[in-house]
C-alpha cells in the first residue's frame, strides 16, 4: 500500500476491525494487508477502507451473491471495489454498472497502480468533483456517500452544483433500481 498512501493519504481512522472470515475465498495478498486493520479513511474522506461485512448486503442490490463478495474500498460517489469469483471488480452506482478490473493475483496492482492512476481517479472515481466540493459539503460518514440529484440515469447532469451527500444504502436502494 505504499504508493496508495503516497496519493491517498491516512486521514481517519474508526474503532471497526476489519474482519475477513476464515475460509473466505480472498488472494492471500489481500488477506495479509487487510486482516488486523482498522477501517480507515484516507485524503480527506475521498476512499475508505470498509470492513466486507458491513457492505455485503449493497451488492445484493446487483445480484450479487453477498457472502462471496469481499468488499474493501469505498470511493466518495458510492463506487465499491471487491473480490468475487477470482476476480477483483468495481461497482459503480453513478453510472449504474459493475466491471472486472482485474484477476485474483491483481491486489497489490489495484492498490498501487490502480486507484491512484490520474486518469481513473478523475474519469471514473470523480475524484476532482469530489475536491471542488469536500470543503462545502463534508467528507461523506461511513454510511454516507455523494450522489448526483438527481441521478444521472434519471436525466441529471453531472455538474457540482447537482452534488448532495446522502445515505449510502439508501441511495443504492434508488440507483439499483433504474
Known sequence: ???????HPEWKTYAEDIQIP???AVPPDMRETLQGRKVT????GFVTLVNPVDYND??????????QCFPFLKFAFGQLIFFHDTKFRIMDPVINVV???GDDDDFN??????????GMLIDNLLMDLYQQTVDTLGAPELDECYAFVPALAM????DINNIQRVKYKEQLIILSQL
Not at 58 to 67: D, S
Not at 109 to 118: P, W
Open 109 to 118: 496492482y489495484i492498490m498501487n497502480d490502480l486507484v491512484i492512476d490520474e
Open 58 to 67: 449493497v451488492l445484493e442490490l446487483w445480484n450479487l451473491p453477498p457472502k
Open 99 to 101: 466491471e472486472i478490473i
Open 22 to 24: 476464515a475460509g473466505a
Open 1 to 7: 500500500m505504499e504508493k496508495f498512501l503516497t496519493v
Open 155 to 158: 436525466g441529471g447532469d453531472k
Open 41 to 44: 479513511g484516507y485524503n480527506k
